[in-house]
T-cell receptor, first 116, second 113 residues
């Protein structure tokens, strides 16, 4: 079974529109961490946020915000007032337990295209 | 220095060639990782090194041979690859333990012809 599901493969918006990326995860661990990464065309994965399973507070960082709902196993990501520079592939990832060796399991990614 | 540097950025090799990918970091991280990313797919873990020792091998074929000669350097030796091995190879580093976030390099885009 897929552990991290990003149902949207591609989203296209016009600049200044808001865009929300969905992430649903599956784990049996009570302690785990969730991440979002951005991958621009250059290829490097850029860390955006890390959230542990005990912290359900929503977080805002500039135009980015994250909504973590443990009850629905979701960790959604919203870009407000999108800009062309936000065009990239965004990955949600799960890290489960020390025994897993700090391994990241990625979702399939959502490609965001922001048109001017 | 907060970077992970990968060389070369692009590599084209024949199926009979031997080549190596190099990854370097100077952040004092003692865990280093190789991930493979096929086109339009997420990265998949290949190897983990912890304190310069191989700790995880995700059942990777032996034509991929990792090496960690010191705490700053990680190599991936390639031999007798197949065209389906063409992918973006990403290196990452982190502190040892869990759950430390990774710093990724920008990858080596490998094409096997």
């Amino acid at each position: 079974a897929q552990k991290v599901t990003q149902a949207q493969t591609e989203i296209s918006v016009v600049e200044k529109e808001d865009v929300t990326l969905d992430c649903v995860y599956e784990t049996r661990d009570t302690t785990y961490y969730l991440f979002w990464y951005k991958q621009p065309p250059s290829g490097e994965l850029v860390f955006l946020i890390r959230r542990n399973s005990f912290d359900e507070q929503n977080e805002i960082s500039g135009r980015y915000s994250w909504n973590f709902q443990k009850s629905t196993s979701s960790f959604n990501f919203t870009i407000t007032a999108s800009q062309v520079v936000d065009s990239a592939v965004y990955f949600c990832a799960l890290s489960e337990g020390e025994a897993a060796g700090n391994k990241l399991t990625f979702g399939g990614g959502t490609r965001v295209l922001v048109k001017p | 220095d907060t970077e992970v540097t990968q060389t070369p950025k692009h590599l084209v090799m024949g199926m009979t060639n031997k080549k190596s990918l190099k990854c370097e970091q100077h952040m004092g991280h003692r865990a280093m990782y190789w991930y493979k990313q096929k086109a339009k797919k997420p990265p998949e873990l290949m190897f983990v090194y912890s304190y310069e020792k191989l700790s995880i091998n995700e059942s990777v074929p032996s034509r991929f041979s990792p090496e960690c000669p010191n705490s700053s350097l990680l190599n991936l030796h390639l031999h007798a690859l197949q065209p389906e091995d063409s992918a973006l190879y990403l290196c990452a580093s982190s502190q040892v333990g869990w759950p430390y976030g990774y710093t990724f390099g920008s990858g080596t885009r490998l094409t096997v012809v």
